[in-house]
C-alpha cells in the first residue's frame, strides 16, 4: 500500500497562493487516481479535487473550481495542488487519498470511501 505524506501548507492572507504537495512511496502510486480532500472545522472531510492516473482527466469541486489546480508527476510520485485566490472559508486540514478503485482508468471519482493511503494532512489557514 502506497504510504502519503502532504505537505505545503501554511498562514496565508486571503487572495494569495499555496501551493501543497503529496509524495508516494511504496505501492505503484503512478497507477492510481489521486483525490486531494479538506476537512473544515467542525465539519466532515469533503472532495477538492481528483486526478486520473495519467493526469489526462481532473475533477473539481464547485467550491474550488478556477481557483485550484491540480496536477501530477508520476516521475516524482507526486501530486500537487496550486490554490489561488484563498478564501478564509478555504481554511482547513488538507489530505491526499489514493483511489483504490481506479487503478488506469479515466474518470475521477468524488466518493470519499473509495479512497485509502490517507495522508497526515497538512493544515492551510486563510485569514482576512
Known amino acids: 500500500q502506497v504510504q502519503l505524506v502532504e505537505s505545503g501548507g501554511g498562514l496565508v492572507q486571503a487572495g494569495d497562493s499555496l501551493r501543497l504537495s503529496c509524495a508516494g512511496s511504496g505501492g505503484t502510486f503512478s497507477s492510481y487516481n489521486m483525490g486531494w480532500f479538506r476537512q473544515l472545522p467542525g465539519k466532515e472531510r469533503e472532495f477538492v479535487a481528483g486526478?486520473?492516473?495519467?493526469?489526462?482527466?481532473?475533477y473539481y469541486a464547485d467550491s474550488v473550481k478556477g481557483r485550484f489546480t491540480i496536477s501530477r508527476d508520476n516521475a516524482k510520485n507526486t501530486v500537487y495542488l496550486q490554490m489561488n485566490s484563498l478564501k478564509p472559508e478555504d481554511t482547513a486540514v488538507y489530505y491526499c487519498a489514493r483511489d483504490r478503485f481506479g487503478r488506469m482508468t479515466w474518470v475521477v471519482v468524488a466518493t470519499e470511501q473509495r479512497y485509502d493511503s490517507w495522508g497526515q494532512g497538512t493544515q492551510v489557514t486563510v485569514s482576512s
Open positions: 486526478i486520473n492516473w495519467n493526469g489526462g482527466s481532473t
